[in-house]
């Protein structure tokens, strides 16, 4: 299993980011991803769980309403837009499957 994420950065707050996951090493459309994120001195926290399919999604209060998880099955690769950032939404953010994680993307919210 390989989980590779991108797209992390700077941004200012109010600011939006794409993470994109892509994966290997598994059959991706038969399970259901996750992302997660660690914030500098805090433990290791879910924001966002998608279905197999796409069609089911959950996330963390913090993150509702301004956070979307969403799949590619033909591309192996699993989203999550993050918009109306906050400097509370920085850490490191890390895609999670079939019990691997990815090596994790920096994304720091300040102005």
């Known amino acids: 299993v390989q989980l590779v994420e991108s797209g992390g950065g700077l941004v200012q707050p109010g600011g939006s980011l794409r993470l994109s996951c892509a994966a290997s090493?598994?059959?991706?459309?038969?399970?259901?991803m996750s992302w997660y994120r660690q914030a500098p001195g805090k433990e290791r926290e879910l924001v966002a769980v998608?279905?197999?399919?796409?069609?089911?999604?959950h996330y963390t209060e913090s993150v509702k309403g301004r956070f979307t998880i969403s799949r590619d099955n033909a591309k192996n690769t699993v989203y999550l837009q993050m918009n109306s950032l906050k400097p509370d939404d920085t850490a490191v953010y890390y895609c999670?499957?079939?019990?691997?994680w990815g090596q994790g993307t920096q994304v720091t919210v300040s102005s």
């Open positions: 998608i279905s197999s399919a796409g069609s089911s999604t």
């Open positions: 090493g598994f059959t991706f459309r038969n399970y259901g």
């Open positions: 999670y499957a079939q019990r691997h």
